[in-house]
Each structure stands twice: as C-alpha cells, then as structure tokens.
C-alpha cells in the first residue's frame, strides 16, 4: 500500500510539472478597446463604439453594438482633437477629454497554477483619477460574445484607480485562458461596481482596454 501511494504521488507530480512545462507565463499588452474593435470591424479610422462626443448635426439613433445614442452626440473618432470632452450616449459628461481617455494603458501578467487556476495581474496608467473599473474576460467563442468576472465570481473585480490614474490588480481566475478569451478593462462613469454584470454600456460601462490572448 506504501508503494501504491508514493507511486500515485509521483504520478501526480510529474504531471503537474508536465502541466507546468506546457502553460508559461504570458505578459501582454494593454490596448485601447477603441483600436481593438476597429481593427476586427476593419474600420478605416479608429473610432470608439462606447464613447461620444458632441455634434449637433447628429441625429439620435442607434450606433455601434447597438448602443442608441441621443440627438447631438456621435461615436469618438481617434482623429477628434485630443481635449475634446467625451460624453456618455445619453449626453452626460465624463469628466475627461478623449486625449485622456485613450491615453490609458498598462500591462497584464498571466500565470498558470497547477491546479487549473490562473494569477490575473495587472498594472494600469492614464485611468481617470479615482475612477471606478472593473476587469471582465471576453468568450469569443461564444455568439454573442460573452463576459464573465475574471475572478469569476463579481465579487474582487472591481477597483478604484489612485489619485494619479494608476491601479495594480491583481486577481485569481477560475480557469486558464486561451486565445477564445481576452482581458477586459471596463469603466463605470457611474461610479458602482456592478459586480458579475458590465452595467448599460455606452451609459455607465464602458470597455477602455483589452489584452486577448495569444
């Protein structure tokens, strides 16, 4: 019986250290979700479908990801001028200029566990300055897209950026991604955690950085 136990615990170790060996660490970029979804749109400029800026010869109605839009307001173009305020699709201020908004960036670190679970790490610059976020994953896979908590519960996804727009965040995923699924930064200019759910977006969620997976 001995035997069978210290054979049985040398299995499982060399299979851990197989698993190990075949899922490394993955450090990747952040990159503006506006510069992402324009170059799977395949867009001729960078727009973003999630935030707005005033043009009063703009009529209300439906835009980008079916996100309506009242009269006045259009989707942000990267070549808009860099302090021009950006404005929810209802018309309410952000509190930002677009040069602010796309300024944002950072990093995240992806770091297998041998028990199936992933370290999610983080390190953000250029977030508005005591804003609310939340980190979500993205499911390419699935139609439509979905979203999940990376820490797959809602409740450790939320944080607050510091007086000089930087985070560091760290958390535990559920399961490993793979190139099905991204990291996604998402903004609440409502200033609430909305835990499991993104919230109303181009109204109080708006997703600002994302990091898919190689």
């Given at each position: 019986?001995?035997?069978?136990?210290?054979?049985?615990?040398?299995?499982?170790?060399?299979?851990?250290?197989?698993?190990?060996?075949?899922?490394?660490?993955?450090?990747?970029?952040?990159?503006?979700?506006?510069?992402?979804?324009?170059?799977?749109?395949?867009?001729?400029?960078?727009?973003?479908?999630?935030?707005?800026?005033?043009?009063?010869?703009?009529?209300?109605?439906?835009?980008?990801?079916?996100?309506?839009?009242?009269?006045?307001?259009?989707?942000?173009?990267?070549?808009?001028?860099?302090?021009?305020?950006?404005?929810?699709?209802?018309?309410?201020?952000?509190?930002?200029?677009?040069?602010?908004?796309?300024?944002?960036?950072?990093?995240?670190?992806?770091?297998?566990?041998?028990?199936?679970?992933?370290?999610?790490?983080?390190?953000?610059?250029?977030?508005?300055?005591?804003?609310?976020?939340?980190?979500?994953?993205?499911?390419?896979?699935?139609?439509?897209?979905?979203?999940?908590p990376v820490d797959g519960a809602g409740t450790a996804n939320s944080f607050v950026a510091d007086s000089n727009g930087a985070a560091v965040?760290?958390?535990?995923?559920?399961?490993?991604?793979?190139?099905?699924?991204?990291?996604?930064?998402?903004?609440?200019?409502?200033?609430?955690?909305?835990?499991?759910?993104?919230?109303?977006?181009?109204?109080?969620?708006?997703?600002?950085?994302?990091?898919?997976?190689?």
């Open positions: 019986m001995k035997m069978n136990r210290t054979f049985m615990a040398a299995v499982c170790f060399l299979a851990n250290t197989a698993y190990a060996q075949t899922a490394p660490v993955v450090a990747l970029p952040f990159v503006t979700h506006a510069a992402f979804f324009s170059k799977e749109m395949a867009l001729p400029t960078i727009l973003d479908p999630q935030v707005f800026v005033t043009d009063e010869r703009e009529p209300a109605g439906r835009s980008w990801q079916g996100i309506e839009h009242v009269r006045g307001v259009r989707n942000a173009h990267e070549d808009d001028a860099a302090g021009t305020a950006i404005y929810n699709a209802k018309g309410a201020p952000l509190g930002m200029t677009l040069g602010q908004w796309l300024h944002a960036g950072g990093t995240v670190t992806l770091t297998p566990h041998n028990d199936g679970h992933e370290e999610v790490t983080m390190a953000l610059h250029g977030l508005k300055p005591g804003g609310h976020y939340s980190v979500f994953e993205n499911h390419f896979d699935q139609q439509p897209i979905g979203f999940t965040v760290k958390l535990t995923s559920p399961e490993q991604m793979t190139h099905q699924n991204a990291v996604l930064v998402v903004y609440h200019s409502d200033g609430t955690p909305h835990g499991s759910e993104r919230g109303a977006i181009g109204e109080t969620a708006h997703h600002q950085l994302i990091a898919r997976v190689p």
